[in-house]
């Protein structure tokens, strides 16, 4: 079996036993045939590799400028990999058990305060179809906290106005109902009654909740981060932005005004409840900053 069809193989079983997303998956693919790729070159097969080769490949990839995240993320699909082999009988056993990822810096995400929030919020027009629909977008991204991919392939029969919830297919195939407040019900039944009608009109019937005036259709990750520069840019703010920003965002607000950790857990849709914990830097660096800001002895 070649080294290609091998990890074939090892991807059709983790979506099989693990249901992992199709982006997780042409991630783990584009990591092993790097991997397998560089082994190639180095005269060595993929399911023969021992640990003193895997470690200097960790350490190729560190030395031609790759980030330690990216050098972390390409071992966790190499362990993956070889505890699949193990387990089938391709060999006795895994080279990464005792290799460690490269220490990572602590990078903590950028968020908006609520002041920058609310500029962001009141930038489209909303005389117009596309305006409607970029302040609906904006206002469902920052009150539930949707990755943008979420946001981009909703349907209209996940967004329920009359309980005002979402419903989301997150990582992993995963659902979850992510509940959204009176200004964001507000704009979404606007906009589904003033401004998708007119996106829909001379194209054919679609579920897309969210249309583009061309198409009338959901519009790309692409698309959509020209529309959040935009607004931005009007809206002053200078800080670094993506739609992932809005999404720290919402998670740190709640935490503000004392939200549960493990109910910002719930609401993100994170399987780790240590991947929820660095919001509670930002939470209380945020704090502090307006205790300064407003206490007499700050």
Known sequence: MSDSDTIDAFLDSSWAERGLAKATLQSYRADLNAYAQWLNQEGQMLLAADSSVLQSYLVAQLRRGLEASSVARNLSAIRLF???????????DNPCEQILAPKQPRHLPSVLSEEEIENL??????TTPAGLRDRAMLELLY????????????????VNL????VRLTGKGEKERLVPFGECAADWLKQYLRDGRPKLLDGHAETEDLFLTQRTGRAMSRQAFWQILRKRAREAGITKPLSPHTLRH??????????????VVQMLLGHSDLGTTQIYTHLAHDELKKLHQTHHPRG
């Open 82 to 92: 070889y505890r699949y082999a193990k387990r089938q009988g391709l060999r006795e």
């Open 121 to 126: 919020l009141g930038t489209p027009d909303c």
């Open 143 to 158: 009150a539930c906290g949707l990755r943008v991919s979420e946001l981009i392939s909703l349907q209209c029969a996940q």
């Open 249 to 262: 965002t919402f998670a740190t607000h709640l935490l503000n005004y004392g939200a549960d950790l493990r």
């Open 162 to 165: 009359k309980n005002a919830v």
